[in-house]
């Protein structure tokens, strides 16, 4: 037997790997994990779209001196099976360059470490001339102090500037790259607002990590609303697993209702009110997958409020076989098994949330039809969304069919016939009386409570307070009937 050492053919490895599937956003998201991992706290995005386009990404961190650099730059320079430290975002040895590369054809980088400046190139051009795996080596000061933004890591005195030049990927099909890049630099900003929240906002463990593209500062985007009042955090589910902590914390959203419209916007918006319910999962703080239940349970209209936190350490990966982009990763059985115990609990309140909120929305026990609001521009009457009767409706209702009842109740709001009214009253015309019917309101309240009735707890607390509800506590007689011969028939 013999032995036979082949190493695989550079040039067209190297166009290969381009093709491993990342987004600009999970390109630029790879490279912020390195920022992070080597201790910065200020990581800039800064991209041309003109004269000589490019995309930079300049941190503060520690830094790398000229061999350590070289190594950075092999591909899969460290094993995956390395055991890494607890805060340690990478994992394969691969990101830097084939985020990169899979975005441009030249990926310099420039590292300023102990006073010493070093900068190392992988030009796709070069290594299919020389048909071998060649770093081109920027060596005079000037050379490199040339290139954007090395001035500001000298400044420093520490940093590294990671510079895409020939952007054919972000380029290709576009007529117009200065728009492409633009309209493409705003979701990267949207996507690390959210990859990133747990950084940019700060938590205790990691310091406060800021953040800008084109000098304009990401600001966090918190998808579980955590610091809204009528957010409700379940309580917290720890679980070990070979001898690493996993941590569960469900919450459930405001009502749709409790949002102000930029709250709504930062929730996702209605539809992605909608889609984004789920895990969101976390490798050391850094959210890898969102918005899926990893098919412990259906996305349902009304577990739509539910968003579930699951903390894990990268000392795991091996058992939740992440993707190279840390975009992908499945939860191994026990995982899975303990996530399953929390889905359901969730559901069973968010349900409760959607269908039957509050009590008296005025001081006077009741819960009214109509809300009078005082605002800024005067008084107004609103059909109140939390009476039963709406709210078991909105909660039976899908998307579409939703956006139909809110027209449908704004219309009559912004049509109510206020003025008539006033006039007819003043003037002392005859009014005729709108009463309910003994048999249409025993109707009515069958059919709320069997809206009620999937919702453990729901059914029961509408029946026993019936007699504050309008219409009913007009007539407490009746209701009392109803309600007795109900309570008789269950
Ligand atoms: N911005 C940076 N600052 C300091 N060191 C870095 C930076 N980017 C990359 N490195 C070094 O290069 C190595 C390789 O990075 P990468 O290819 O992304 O693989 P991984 O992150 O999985 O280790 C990192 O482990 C780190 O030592
Ligand atoms: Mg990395």
Known sequence: MAELALTPYAPAFIESMR?????????????????????ATLVRVQFRPFDDPYVAII?????????????????????????????????????????????????????QKDGRLSARCWDLDLVAQREAWVLWVP????EIMALPHVGEIVEQGRGTVVLWQDLDRLAAGEASVEQALGEKMDRVRDHLALVFHRYLSGEPGIGRLGMEINDNPVLHLDPFLSLHKATQPLYEDVFEVEGSEIRVQPYILPH??????????????????????????YRNRRLIIRGTWFRLA???????????RVDIPN??????????????????????????????????RSRQTYTFRGRNTRRDG???????????????????????????????????QRQLLRGLLETIESTYPADALYADIASDRPRATERCERDSL????????????????ARDSLLANLHLVEPFCSYPEITGEIVKEIQDAD
Request: with cysteine; glycine share 10%.
């Open 442 to 457: 025993r109707d009515l309240a069958l059919q709320m409570l069997d809206a009620a009735g999937s919702v453990a707890g």
């Open 298 to 308: 259906r996305a349902e209209e009304l577990t739509k409020l539910a968003r579930v």
């Open 256 to 281: 749709i209702s409790k949002l102000s419209r930029d709250e709504l916007k930062l929730a996702g918006g209605e539809e992605g009110l909608r889609r984004n319910q789920g895990f969101y999962v």
């Open 139 to 142: 060596d005079t000061e000037a």
């Open 59 to 111: 941190d503060n961190g520690e830094g790398m001196g000229p061999d350590e650099l070289t190594e950075a730059m092999r591909h899969g320079g460290r094993s995956p099976l390395e055991v890494r430290s607890p805060h340690d975002l990478g994992r394969f040895g691969l990101g830097l360059k084939t985020a990169s590369l899979s975005q441009c054809r030249r990926l310099i980088v420039v590292s």
């Open 366 to 400: 009741i819960i009214h039809a109509w809300n009078r609001i005082q605002g800024r521009d005067g008084i107004s009457y609103r059909v109140n969304r939390e009476h039963p009767a709406v709210a078991m409706l909105d909660g039976a209702l899908d998307d579409d």
């Open 19 to 39: 093709a491993v599937g990342y987004s600009l956003e999970a390109a630029v998201a790879d490279l912020i994990d390195n920022s992070i991992s080597a201790g």
């Open 315 to 348: 000392a795991l990966d091996h058992l939740w076989t992440l993707d190279i982009k840390k975009s992908a990763a499945h939860p191994p059985e026990i995982v899975r098994r303990n996530l399953g115990r929390t889905v359901e609990r969730i559901a069973e």
